[in-house]
């Protein structure tokens, strides 16, 4: 309480009503509803793990800068800004604050084909919109090297973690995928655009069928066919995380209108696909393991997502041949 007191002091927004009430949702940081004598906001405390890493703060800057300018085309919720800075620091934390919103995410049984198409189109907007104003330099090719998935084998027997046997059984593949997926990321880094990077569901707020994107930390340079793919598979999947073609292709469907024709080589764009999902895999694996945590409740999510991210890599690998095939 008496941080959300400093913070409304800090950034003159009146004086709290009550206390904070945790929001759930996000698996990276933590966030807040906060009620004062100004109105309501949501407050998003920074996980400091991440914050810690040298190219972080930049990176939240730049984050807000593009949501900043996308607004001006896209629905999108940016962090307020106090003093021309939207990321605040207040001792060794840091915090973005929002508006309070009165909207919803949806769960994957709640969204339709309007939906996906809806998504689909926004998305080509955003791939649409000119950045270069913002200055934001592409980054320099560093080929991601494989993760040692034998040592978090070790790591998890060691500590007897409930996702064991599901990374053993997997290990031989997650190697092949692993390089598959490198492979695939290089050879499509010529082709770049700026796109808000992680357009989940949860990420998305609705009011009927009128969407809001938030969440923009990991906004930044991808490959467009790349991120058209990974938010289709976002907005397809059902609840058992199967992919369902009449979503899939209105979700497609929606970002040709917008767009027009999709051009690419898809059997290596889908290859590429499961990088992220890798790349979660290794973080949740650092936090069940207590590598990269700071407290219980972190080291309880990094458990359940690893199992849960192992699920979901052994589904769209297996689904791979198919989307292929309704990419055609």
Same mark, same amino acid.
């Given at each position: 309480?008496?941080? @959300?007191?400093?913070?409304?002091? %800090?950034?003159?927004?009146?004086? #709290?009503?009550? +206390?904070?009430?945790?929001?759930?949702?996000?698996?990276?940081?933590? *966030?807040?509803? *906060?009620?004062? /004598? /100004?109105?309501?906001?949501?407050?998003?405390?920074?996980?400091?793990?991440?914050?810690?890493?040298?190219? %972080?703060?930049?990176?939240?800057? +730049?984050?807000?800068?593009?949501?900043?300018?996308?607004?001006?085309?896209?629905? +999108?919720?940016?962090?307020?800004?106090?003093?021309?800075?939207?990321?605040?620091?207040?001792?060794?934390?840091?915090? #973005?604050?929002?508006?309070?919103?009165? *909207?919803?995410?949806?769960?994957?049984?709640?969204?339709?084909?309007?939906?996906?198409?809806?998504?689909?189109?926004?998305?080509?907007?955003?791939?649409?919109?000119? @950045?270069?104003?913002?200055?934001?330099?592409?980054?320099?090719? !560093?080929?991601?090297?494989?993760?040692?998935?034998?040592?978090?084998?070790?790591?998890?027997? =060691?500590?007897?973690?409930?996702?064991? $046997?599901?990374?053993?059984?997997?290990?031989?593949?997650?190697?092949?995928?692993?390089?598959?997926?490198?492979?695939?990321?290089? !050879?499509?880094?010529?082709?770049?655009?700026? /796109?808000?990077?992680?357009?989940?569901?949860?990420?998305?707020?609705?009011? $009927?069928?009128?969407? &809001?994107?938030?969440?923009? =930390?990991?906004?930044?340079?991808?490959?467009?066919? &790349?991120?058209?793919?990974?938010?289709?598979?976002?907005?397809?999947?059902?609840?058992?995380?199967?992919?369902?073609?009449?979503?899939?292709? %209105?979700?497609?469907?929606?970002?040709? /209108?917008?767009?027009?024709?999709?051009?690419?080589?898809?059997?290596?764009? &889908?290859?590429?696909?499961?990088?992220?999902?890798?790349?979660?895999?290794?973080?949740?694996?650092?936090?069940?393991?207590?590598?990269?945590?700071?407290?219980?409740?972190?080291?309880?999510?990094?458990?359940?997502?690893? !199992?849960?991210? &192992? $699920?979901?890599?052994?589904?769209?690998?297996? !689904?791979?041949?198919? *989307?292929? =095939?309704?990419?055609?």
């Amino acid at each position: 309480m008496s941080e @959300f007191h400093k913070l409304c002091h %800090a950034l003159k927004l009146g004086e #709290l009503r009550s +206390a904070p009430v945790p929001v759930t949702g996000g698996l990276l940081h933590k *966030m807040y509803a *906060m009620q004062t /004598t /100004t109105g309501k906001y949501a407050v998003k405390v920074l996980n400091p793990q991440i914050m810690a890493r040298s190219a %972080a703060r930049e990176n939240y800057m +730049a984050s807000e800068r593009i949501a900043n300018y996308a607004v001006k085309i896209i629905p +999108a919720l940016p962090a307020k800004k106090f003093g021309g800075k939207s990321l605040q620091r207040l001792g060794e934390h840091f915090y #973005l604050v929002f508006d309070w919103v009165e *909207m919803i995410s949806l769960k994957h049984d709640e969204i339709d084909m309007a939906h996906c198409e809806k998504m689909g189109d926004i998305l080509a907007k955003l791939h649409r919109i000119d @950045f270069s104003i913002l200055g934001i330099e592409v980054p320099l090719l !560093s080929k991601p090297a494989p993760t040692d998935w034998g040592f978090y084998l070790e790591k998890g027997q =060691e500590s007897n973690a409930e996702w064991t $046997d599901q990374l053993l059984e997997s290990i031989e593949h997650l190697h092949i995928w692993n390089a598959a997926a490198i492979e695939s990321v290089n !050879s499509l880094s010529s082709e770049q655009v700026i /796109t808000h990077g992680d357009l989940d569901p949860k990420n998305v707020l609705w009011s $009927d069928h009128e969407p &809001l994107l938030i969440d923009w =930390e990991s906004s930044g340079y991808k490959n467009p066919a &790349l991120d058209v793919l990974e938010t289709a598979v976002y907005w397809s999947e059902n609840g058992l995380g199967e992919i369902q073609r009449e979503k899939f292709a %209105a979700f497609i469907q929606g970002y040709k /209108t917008g767009q027009g024709r999709i051009r690419s080589d898809w059997s290596l764009v &889908l290859a590429g696909g499961l990088l992220s999902k890798l790349e979660w895999l290794e973080y949740s694996l650092k936090r069940s393991l207590w590598i990269e945590c700071t407290d219980e409740e972190e080291q309880k999510t990094g458990t359940e997502q690893a !199992s849960r991210t &192992l $699920d979901a890599i052994q589904q769209y690998a297996e !689904s791979i041949p198919q *989307m292929e =095939e309704w990419l055609k």
